[in-house]
């Protein structure tokens, strides 16, 4: 139950959001797309949550293996679909012309924010599968949903776009990263609704360069390479 008021208390902020931004530019605006976001949201987190502890987890372990897993294996089936597209969504390997160049001091930033990360906040003691599982989950599952199939369906909602750093930028873009924030950070427990701060900006600010490198290189392969990394770094030094 607590993850249903949660994620309610997320929608309803994200949507007051999008309706804000909207109403900035209205006629570059579809409240269509944006409820299709809102929908996706609410399907990813049930899967995450393998539909909120109705399904048994088959595979097991430390980490949440099975939601990870099966939020992946949807959101690649849902870009399929002709709304979407692979290319659209960044679900492809190939890069924009010139852009790995450009690419590569914001990757190298990416990188360094979660190396000082690492040495200020020194992991626990890992294992084999707490490595495993970072070097592959977050960042896969993680990447191809928000900077993938959510990003391109509030590309459609807010199409309205703004140059800055080589990219345009849309209120999608936006959206996008400070709901990966509250993801992480936001939540219902012990009868009230909770928010860390420190959590939020150390999850919404890479997140920023991630769509940064999405939206320059039409991809999202170093998105999830790098975000792997940041999760990852910490337990392998």
């Given amino acids: 139950m607590n993850g249903l008021i949660g994620l309610g208390g997320t929608l309803a902020i994200?949507?007051?959001?999008?309706?804000?931004?909207?109403?900035?530019?209205?006629?570059?605006?579809?409240?269509?797309?944006?409820?299709?976001?809102?929908?996706?949201?609410?399907?990813?987190?049930?899967?995450?949550?393998?539909?909120?502890?109705?399904?048994?987890?088959?595979?097991?372990?430390?980490?949440?293996?099975?939601?990870?897993?099966m939020a992946a294996i949807v959101t690649s089936a849902i870009v399929t679909t002709p709304a979407f597209g692979w290319r659209r969504a960044g679900f492809t390997l190939s890069q924009e012309p010139g852009s790995l160049r450009a690419a590569l001091p914001v990757a190298a930033f990416y990188c360094a924010f979660f190396v000082i990360i690492a040495m200020i906040f020194p992991a626990d003691p890992s294992n084999g599968e707490d490595v495993a599982f970072q070097l592959t989950m977050p960042g896969l599952e993680e990447e191809l949903f928000y900077r993938g199939l959510l990003l391109c369906a509030l590309d459609r909602a807010f199409a309205g776009r703004t140059r800055f750093f080589g990219v345009d930028w849309g209120w999608g873009a936006v959206l996008s990263c400070l709901l990966f924030g509250m993801a992480h950070a936001f939540g219902f427990s012990h009868g009230g609704f909770g928010f860390d701060p420190a959590t939020f900006a150390l999850t919404a600010i890479p997140s920023f360069l991630a769509v940064w490198l999405r939206l320059r290189t039409g991809s999202l392969v170093l998105p999830v390479l790098l975000h792997n990394f940041g999760n990852a770094f910490s337990l392998i030094i």
């Fill in 14 to 69: 994200f949507l007051a959001l999008g309706m804000l931004a909207g109403s900035a530019d209205h006629r570059a605006f579809s409240l269509r797309w944006l409820l299709v976001a809102a929908l996706l949201v609410a399907v990813n987190d049930a899967l995450l949550t393998n539909l909120y502890g109705l399904l048994p987890d088959l595979i097991g372990g430390a980490w949440n293996w099975q939601g990870k897993l």
